[in-house]
């Protein structure tokens, strides 16, 4: 059974970094435009960061673009996202997500408000001092 699975969460203080992955078993994660998401306590799910199936190109929301960077390597079936200078807003679970649209082009990113086919169940982030 295909499925993903996010790890490298944990708590940091404000300022710190972390690099949270994101790897699909049961098969390729190369056919699959991915997104990253996440869940603070009490709000709705709110998109971070996309990335083609190439890799070649990606978006950031704007709380994201300058602190994170989203990427793959479709050799090891894993989506990462470095995630530095981090504030106690970015608390969260974060989520990876992926879609496959036949009429992408492979350097062609979905957007973060397409309605993504597959969720992995989230890794909890913690920014406190």
């Known amino acids: 059974q295909w499925q993903l699975v996010e790890s490298g969460g944990g708590s940091v203080q404000p300022g710190g970094s972390l690099r949270l992955s994101c790897v699909a078993s049961?098969?390729?994660?190369?056919?699959?435009?991915i997104g990253w998401f996440r869940q603070a306590p009490g709000k709705e799910r709110e998109g971070v960061a996309c990335?083609?199936?190439?890799?070649?190109?990606?978006n950031h929301t704007n709380a994201a673009k300058g602190r994170f960077t989203i990427s793959r390597d479709n050799a090891k079936n894993t989506v990462y996202l470095q995630m530095s200078n981090l504030k106690p807003e970015d608390t969260g679970v974060y989520f990876c997500?992926?879609?496959?649209?036949?009429?992408?082009?492979?350097?062609?990113?979905?957007?973060?408000?397409?309605?993504?086919?597959?969720w992995g169940q989230g890794t909890q982030v913690t920014v406190s001092s």
């Open positions: 990335i083609s199936r190439s890799g070649m190109t990606s």
């Open positions: 997500a992926a879609a496959s649209v036949t009429s992408l082009w492979p350097d062609d990113y979905l957007p973060l408000t397409y309605e993504y086919d597959y």
């Open positions: 049961g098969s390729s994660l190369d056919s699959y435009a």
